[in-house]
Each structure stands twice: as C-alpha cells, then as structure tokens.
C-alpha cells in the first residue's frame, strides 16, 4: 500500500492505517529525537508526543509526496525535541572554552561509522548538541536557529563552532586517533 493510501485511510479513522503509519516512521523519528534528548526514555516519550500531534493534525494535512510527510513529521519531531529541552532547562547554553579548531580531513569522517557519530554528538553539551544538529544535520540557517530558540544569530553560529570543536576533540581523543590520522 502506498503512502498516500495509507493518509487517506487514516483520515478516515482506520486504525490499521495509523498503526502502519507508525509503523513506517517511527525508527526514523526514533532517531532523530534520540539526536536531541539523551535519555532514550525521554526521547520515546517525546517521539510518542510528536505522533500524537501528528495523528491529530492528519485531518488538515494535505498530500503531495512521500519526501513531504518525511518532512511534516520531522519538522514536528524538532520542534516536541526543542518543547522538552524548553521544559526540562536542558537547553542550556554552554560556555566551557574549546580549543583552536584542528583540522579533520575527510578520510577520518569517513571511516568512522554513523553509530560513532552519533555517540560523539550525543556526548556534547545540550546547548552545543542542539544547534549542531538544528544546523549541521536539519540543515536550519542560523537565523532560523536563532528563532527557534530564542537566542541571537551569532549565539547560533558560537554555539555551533563550539560544538564543531568540541567533536574534532573528541576525534583526537577517541581510542582510535581519527584526528591525528587526518592531520598529516
């Protein structure tokens, strides 16, 4: 069954259709919340927040591609992730000093597996972690960062340099020396 099929049999009430719905997004929402919220327990709950607004919203969303329901349920996912850092004051901008940016070359990145990745990004600062992701991974400008959250471009972009630094750190010190392999 396609994905429109399925829209259309969820507006009409079916809960097969919800239920495959969440069943088609629900790991890669499940990731993307879990990029932002630390706790895997938080980030499930926040996930379950999002599907519920999701499924209430259905009745008004209008369909024109799969890439656009990917879309819809992302944009709804950042903003139940940015709601619970709001609540819970884990936003919290770091200010900790990182050292000058050391150059990473691509090679490193590309041995590094996503769930390395992921590990790292994780491990940052709320603050650092959060505008990380909102630019580098969402693809959100510095601006509409600053909007979202309530702070100023160049706190955004500051942030964001941070974080970028505090990864390549992260590289140098990591078991592996990716870093140090990528500096030569």
Not at 100 to 114: C, M, R
């Given at each position: 069954?396609?994905?429109?099929?399925?829209?259309?049999?969820?507006k009409n009430g079916s809960k097969t259709a919800h239920q495959l719905l969440?069943?088609?997004?629900?790991?890669?929402?499940?990731?993307?919340?879990?990029?932002?919220?630390?706790?895997?327990?938080?980030?499930?709950?926040?996930?379950?927040?999002?599907?519920?607004?999701?499924?209430?919203g259905l009745v008004t969303f209008i369909y024109v591609s799969e890439a656009?329901?990917?879309?819809?349920?992302?944009?709804?996912?950042?903003?139940?992730?940015?709601?619970?850092?709001?609540?819970?004051?884990?936003?919290?901008?770091?200010?900790?000093?990182?050292?000058?940016?050391?150059?990473?070359?691509?090679?490193?990145?590309?041995?590094?597996?996503?769930?390395?990745?992921?590990?790292?990004?994780?491990?940052?600062?709320?603050?650092?972690?959060?505008?990380?992701?909102?630019?580098?991974?969402?693809?959100?400008?510095?601006?509409?960062?600053?909007?979202?959250?309530?702070?100023?471009?160049?706190?955004?972009?500051?942030?964001?340099?941070?974080?970028?630094?505090?990864?390549?750190?992260?590289?140098?010190?990591?078991?592996?020396?990716?870093?140090?392999?990528?500096?030569?």
């Amino acid at each position: 069954m396609t994905l429109a099929a399925i829209i259309t049999e969820a507006k009409n009430g079916s809960k097969t259709a919800h239920q495959l719905l969440f069943d088609r997004l629900s790991a890669r929402s499940k990731l993307l919340c879990q990029r932002y919220i630390k706790s895997h327990e938080d980030a499930e709950e926040v996930m379950q927040d999002g599907f519920y607004k999701f499924f209430k919203g259905l009745v008004t969303f209008i369909y024109v591609s799969e890439a656009g329901v990917f879309c819809y349920v992302k944009r709804i996912m950042v903003n139940e992730c940015l709601m619970k850092l709001r609540k819970t004051n884990s936003f919290n901008l770091a200010t900790e000093p990182v050292a000058a940016e050391v150059p990473v070359g691509d090679s490193v990145l590309e041995k590094l597996a996503s769930a390395e990745i992921y590990r790292m990004i994780i491990h940052l600062p709320a603050g650092y972690r959060t505008v990380f992701n909102l630019h580098a991974i969402e693809g959100y400008e510095h601006k509409e960062i600053a909007a979202l959250l309530g702070i100023s471009d160049n706190t955004s972009r500051s942030q964001f340099f941070k974080a970028r630094g505090l990864l390549q750190k992260m590289l140098i010190t990591n078991g592996n020396d990716y870093g140090k392999q990528g500096s030569k």
